[in-house]
């Protein structure tokens, strides 16, 4: 199968090539780290052809029987060469239960480079950085953004590819079924049902699937809406079914820790202060949600837009907040690097009251960050309003921030 490169990951990893620190690529199941990890072992073959590389990857059947450290030190033990460098790559090692004693071992011996996939962010905040703390850099990798949707697919930057790209999303394996109708989606439900499964119920122990099912329903229905657990399970009360808050935040949690959807804060704008209550959730990717709800282009546009625009900015590598200042909210506020880009997003500029609301809040700001308007295929007002910058989504998904 033909590898695409993606150097927008791949050109931060290559300088920790060699490095006595173990790789860790993590991400939601299916976005591509197995491949990003292929570029990798393809470039250190090129690099050096007397390389010795060791491949696990736990998802194969080939591997079944590797189910904790001590098989996969047996596996290890003879796969290493004196006289050569060694390199070992295991994908999704959340698999192997104790993996990180393993890996802790290698790593003090100096017996191989490593690098790994997981599908769980309780690898960093539980195995990892209990065994592993300060001897492991993270990479997070995310499904298809805009760009490398129009690369893998071979399509040319149009309103006709930006609203394809909001109908299946950019889980790179689409590039090997193709677009049409909507075969897509029989794939992406499949992949939905393996995140379920393995990732969240089995991982996280989650014993009402049915009441999990229907948290996701809800989410792909109120994407960009303000949370709280108490007001989803009054919700639920609602259509008889009878949940505490504490097991909808237990199982938000559990789909967050999956990398399926993203848990965003409300941060006080030139402040410290980090609200804990009326979160946002967001999709890793928009065709898992399309997938699980459907496509409704008329009813979701408005919540696809926002949700996109999102992940442009943690694909770009910002840390994302919903800004507050006072009674105003600014939809994204994005950090990185001690920089920041405020981002609003709607549909259409076409009222007064719009307009005055979207570029109001941000002229509020008083500082001199990049400040943007995006909207679905407004005509633009103008190249500036005060600094403030109007852009259409398929600019703003095009542009490097």
Known sequence: MKLIDRPRYTSRILPFIDKPVIKVLTGQRRVGKSYVMMQLMNHIRETDQEANIVYINMEMEDF??????????????????????????????????????????????????IYCTGSNANMLSGELATHLSGRYVAFHIHSLNYQEFLLFHSLENSIESLVKYLKYGGMPFLANIGLQEDIPFEYLRNVYSTILLKDV???????????????????????????????????????????????????????????????????????LKIFEIGEKYYFEDIGLRNAVIG???????????????????????????????????????????????????????????????????????????????????????????????????????????
């Open 64 to 113: 079944a029987h590797i189910k904790s450290n001590i098989e996969l030190n047996k596996y290890l033990e003879d796969k290493w060469i004196d006289d050569k460098p060694n390199y070992f790559f295991i994908d999704e090692v959340q698999e192997v239960t104790s993996f990180e004693r393993t890996l802790r071992s290698l790593l003090a011996k100096g017996t191989c480079d």
């Open 295 to 401: 496509f409704n282009q008329r009813a979701d546009l408005h919540k696809l837009l926002e949700n996109v625009v999102y992940l442009h900015l943690i694909h770009q590598g910002f840390t994302v907040y919903i800004g507050k200042l006072g009674n105003r909210e600014i939809d994204f506020m994005g950090e990185r690097n001690g920089a920041k880009v405020y981002v609003q997003a709607c549909l259409t500029l076409m009222h007064e009251d719009t307009i005055a609301r979207e570029f109001g809040n941000l002229r509020e700001i008083d500082d001199n960050y990049p400040k943007y308007v995006v909207t679905f295929n407004d005509p633009i007002l103008g190249n500036n309003h005060g600094g403030i910058l109007q852009k259409n989504l398929i600019d703003f998904l095009m542009t490097e921030l």
């Open 201 to 271: 119920i089995a991982r996280e122990n989650i014993r009402n699937v049915s009441f999990l099912e229907n948290l996701v329903s809800y989410l792909s229905n109120n994407i960009g809406a303000l949370f709280s657990a108490s007001n989803i399970s009054k919700y639920l009360k609602s259509q008889r079914v009878d949940i505490s808050p504490q097991l909808t935040i237990n199982y938000l949690k559990a789909l967050a820790n999956a990398f399926f959807v993203h848990k965003v804060l409300r941060s006080e704008i030139g402040g």
